[in-house]
């Protein structure tokens, strides 16, 4: 079974300072890992991914994430934000076998403060 | 963007009354799935389509069933709502199982039953 863990629902921020938001994983197999960005009334947008290869992974938007696999983590950074960062990040799991097997986090709301 | 429409947007109904909420695509993806969204539990799976007339079950499907009788259409029917059932759905769509990272999302519909 697979599982992920965000491990803070809201993460308040003042505007051009840094902010990581946490995302552990727990998998008996290898995983692919995703954040999911949502802007309010919308859906989810895919923000970076995981897949193999390079450990440090770029998004849109400035955002980058580390997959560590010794911690079983791949937070979500990014070294400046924005007011219009705000919006709440999703970490989401999957060892393969197609999208029903992709587990979503419970969500990490950011509030960019001005 | 990718073409994803849900309707309605927002609904509100009676608890035991039957409610239809409806997926439209225009990308002509095989797979397509339906979540709900709510507050400490993400994203969960309800149902899911590999193809037409093809469905599964997914994490919490008990209360729902779908229908897809052609590739843009995804239905998702609450045969008699509950409250429980107030929630976000969200539909998606994805061209392949393979390619885990291209999962697109609609905008979402909000019901609340009263």
């Known amino acids: 079974a697979q599982s992920v863990t965000q491990l803070d629902s809201q993460v308040p921020v003042f505007e051009e300072a840094p902010v990581e938001l946490r995302c552990n994983y727990s998998?008996?197999?290898?995983?692919?890992l995703f954040w999911y960005v949502q802007y309010p009334n919308q859906g989810l947008q895919l923000l970076l991914k995981?897949?193999?290869?390079?450990?440090l992974v770029k998004g849109i938007n400035g955002f980058e994430a580390e997959f560590n696999k010794s911690q079983t983590s791949f937070h979500l950074r990014k070294p400046s934000v924005h007011i219009s960062d705000t919006a709440e990040y999703f970490c989401?799991?999957?060892?393969?076998?197609?999208?029903?097997?992709?587990?979503f986090g419970i969500g990490t709301k950011l509030q960019v403060i001005p | 963007d990718a073409g994803i429409t849900q309707s309605p947007r927002h609904k509100v109904t009676e608890t035991g009354t039957p409610v239809t909420l409806r997926c439209h695509q225009t990308?002509?993806?095989?797979?397509m799935y339906w979540y709900r969204q709510d507050p400490g539990h993400g994203l969960r799976l309800i149902h899911y389509?590999?193809?037409?007339?093809?469905?599964d079950k997914g994490e919490v499907s008990d209360g729902y069933s779908v229908s897809r009788s052609k590739t843009e259409d995804f239905l998702l029917t609450l045969e008699s709502a509950t409250s429980s059932q107030t929630s976000v759905y969200f539909c998606?769509?994805?061209?392949?199982?393979?390619?885990?990272?291209?999962?697109?999302f609609g905008s979402g519909t909000q019901l609340s039953v009263l």
């Open positions: 998606a769509i994805s061209e392949s199982l393979a390619k885990v990272e291209k999962l697109f």
């Open positions: 998998s008996s197999v290898s995983v692919y």
């Open positions: 995981y897949l193999s290869g390079s450990t």
């Open positions: 989401a799991v999957t060892s393969g076998g197609g999208y029903q097997k992709v587990t």
């Open positions: 990308e002509n993806h095989r797979y």
């Open positions: 389509s590999y193809g037409v007339k093809d469905t």
